[in-house]
T-cell receptor
Framework: AQSVTQLGSHVSVSEGALVLLRCNYSSSVPPYLFWYVQYPNQGLQLLLK??????LVKGINGFEAEFKKSETSFHLTKPSAHMSDAAEYFC??????????FGQGTRLTINP | DTGVSQDPRHKITKRGQNVTFRCDPI?????LYWYRQTLGQGPEFLTYFQNEAQLEKSRLLSDRFSAERPKGSFSTLEIQRTEQGDSAMYLC?????????????FGPGTRLTVT
């Protein structure tokens, strides 16, 4: 069965610093992977996705993620954090019938 | 706005009352999903529809929960005899079967508080 583990429920970085949010997955088939962002009291917005092809995926707001099959990882990065990046981030893997299995989330705090 | 909409955005109810939530998906999307998100956790799958047919229900969906999607358009999620443990954010998402990237589009959610 597919599953997702996000290491670190809370990450804090300074404005302008590198953002690294970790995601490891477990899947018996080639995975389709997503990163979503959630701002307070709002739904989920897609940041980026990996389906097939290039393993380095670029998303919105300057985020990118690299699919590493050997490490079963799909970590999310951004070179320079902005105050507006403060939010909850969720990694997800697609199961059968397009259902999504989410990690527990990582709350990103940006320090001025 | 052509995105997924949900109504109401917030609902406060007393234990034992029934509540109903509505989700309007993106119009051409044939799949509709319901997820539940409790505080500090990721969303968990509840059920999904393909057109008007409900194809799967999670073990999380007790007998007090029922969902419908008449005519394959909007969907409703009803919770009968609410319990405090039902307090959560209920998220709806829609997608288009056959779209190769499996992307789901989420609504803003309905936050339920059971007192």
């Amino acid at each position: 069965a597919q599953s997702v583990t996000q290491l670190g429920s809370h990450v804090s970085v300074s404005e302008g610093a590198l953002v690294l949010l970790r995601c490891n997955y477990s899947s018996s088939v080639p995975p389709y992977l997503f990163w979503y962002v959630q701002y307070p009291n709002q739904g989920l917005q897609l940041l980026l996705k990996y389906t097939t092809g290039a393993t380095l995926v670029k998303g919105i707001n300057g985020f990118e993620a690299e699919f590493k099959k050997s490490e079963t990882s799909f970590h999310l990065t951004k070179p320079s954090a902005h105050m507006s990046d403060a939010a909850e981030y969720f990694c997800a893997v697609v199961m059968e019938a397009q259902k999504l299995v989410f990690g527990q989330g990582t709350r990103l705090t940006i320090n001025p | 706005d052509t995105g997924v909409s949900q109504d109401p955005r917030h609902k406060i109810t007393k234990r034992g009352q029934n509540v109903t939530f509505r989700c309007d998906p993106i119009s051409e999307h044939n799949r509709l999903y319901w997820y539940r998100q409790t505080l500090g956790q990721g969303p968990e799958f509840l059920t999904y529809f393909q057109n008007e047919a409900q194809l799967e229900k999670s073990r999380l969906l007790s007998d007090r929960f029922s969902a419908e999607r008449p005519k394959g358009s909007f969907s409703t999620l009803e919770i009968q005899r609410t319990e405090q443990g039902d307090s959560a954010m209920y998220l709806c998402a829609s997608s288009l079967l056959g779209q190769g990237d499996y992307e789901q589009y989420f609504g803003p959610g309905t936050r339920l508080t059971v007192t």
